[in-house]
């Protein structure tokens, strides 16, 4: 049987697809057609979103799963008379929060995702543009003003690491890849030396670094079983011997590395 | 008064914070601070988070908020015999979705954000490197391949919203900077004409145009708000011209922005 799942929101629908994807990622054996409705900020956008929900429900011969942010109470009884189940934020928590805190909700739409201040923003762009600037050791002056310095193998994921630890977190951070001539005589660089205190290493199964190099230049040696096994085992050495903090990326989302460097690390977030 | 709100998951906490971060964005009026504990996987860590939570409730002298998607009952006992007002994600939902779907919740931890499976996760990495490789107009002869072509003055956004369109939605996504040179004969760029379907324009009010390029090169013509208005004049003129759909990204974060690039040209996301 085939379901559908909406993600309804007044904003972004972020909040909404994360809420529906992590309950969802629980009932696995299950495949969803997935729907997301973003910026549902009237009555009449409201009315068609419904449509949309009671269409599917026919088509699918089941009822559609509607995961909701809406906050605007006159949208949420709208959407409410659709042929889907609602799981509705705010009906399930919008109650305790203000029994708690003691003051009442401000039902203001698209807050979530909002920008903030002009001040965080800046955070944002200097970070990700630091990350660019700073990447796959295109220039390595700037180190010191790096929160942290992600080294590994070429395609190990430093990259969109760097990137996610920039948009998400704020964060200033640069990337080096380590390669066969550092391996040599089992050094560090010069130009990581003197920021070893802020070094991060990321490590990678050879067997996986192989078939992911492989679909960039097949049948080098670059990407051979051989030359991986020999970067990664040659990579762990090195971090062993300068007490590198790292982590095996092989089975991990980039979201579970950002966030596992933040615990291992301590590193503070610039960004909430 | 100080409130602190925990985050408390058995994954990355992305989850727990983008749910309450959605909450308490309702109760604009109150400071909070903002602890995630991340993978908390043992009844150890459990009664750990306990205890921090226990300490913020006697330091503040007020109810800590605890918003968890501890996904294991035992965890989530634990959980609740803290000193915090506990909004937990799956006591409210899974009753609902089980009923709803019929089968039971298979309570496995850190699902929402692990790796699903390695095709997704190679289009999303490809993704980013798509993006940085045709960043700024660096290169253009891979144009064929984007999905979509971000275009507008320097400085207006395209690159961290390029970046979080890869990362978050695996869509590959060049920009190209508009300039001067461009706006003389309000003419598209050699290399822009030819994928006219696939551009999309960011404007930005011009004022704040020039604040942002004034921090990083103060005093310039580049930032001097004179250019930043002509800049952003013929830049509409040019939209207006030849029909590049576009929107005014002053006032919208990276996720607002990347959102409704979707909603308005219908560019289906590669990732879900």
Redesign the interface.
């Known amino acids: 049987m085939k ?1 559908t799942a909406f993600f309804i929101s007044d ?5 909404a697809e ?2 529906g ?3 969802l ?6 495949e969803f057609n ?1 729907v997301t409705i ?2 549902v900020q009237s009555d009449e956008l409201t009315r068609e979103a419904v449509n949309r929900i009671d269409r599917a429900a026919s088509e699918d011969g089941a ?1 559609p ?1 509607v995961f909701s ?1 809406l ?1 605007n109470d006159t949208h949420r009884q709208i959407l409410h008379t659709c042929k889907g ?1 609602v ?1 509705d ?2 009906t ?3 109650k ?2 203000e029994e ?2 003691g ?1 009442p ?4 739409v ?6 903030r201040d002009q001040q965080a ?2 955070i ?2 200097n970070a ?2 630091f990350a ?1 600037d700073n ?1 796959d050791g295109a220039r390595t002056r700037h180190y010191d003003q790096a929160d942290l310095i992600l080294v590994g193998v070429s395609r190990s ?1 430093k ?2 690491t760097c ?2 630890l920039a ?1 998400q977190f704020g964060l200033f951070t640069a990337n080096y890849p380590l390669t066969e001539d550092d391996f040599d005589d089992l050094r560090l660089p010069d130009a990581l030396a003197p920021h070893r205190h802020k070094l991060f290493g990321l490590t990678i199964n050879a067997d996986r670094l192989s078939a ?1 190099r492989s ?1 960039r230049k097949a049948g080098s040696r670059y990407a051979s079983p051989r030359q991986c096994d020999m970067e990664v085992r040659a990579l762990q050495a090195l971090y062993n011997k300068f007490n590198i903090p790292h982590l095996d990326a092989t ?6 590395i ?3 460097i933040l ?1 291992m690390t301590g590193l503070q977030r610039r960004l ?1």
């Open positions: 379901r904003g972004t629908g972020i909040t994360t809420l994807h992590t309950l990622s629980q009932f696995g054996s299950i997935q973003p910026y009822k799963v942010t906050v189940r799981l934020l705010f399930a928590y919008q305790p929060l708690e805190l003051v909700a401000n039902h203001k698209g807050q979530s995702h909002a920008i923003y800046r944002r762009i990700v543009h660019l990447d994921g990259t969109p990137l996610y948009l992911i679909e089975e991990l989302s980039i979201e579970e950002s966030t596992r615990a909430q």
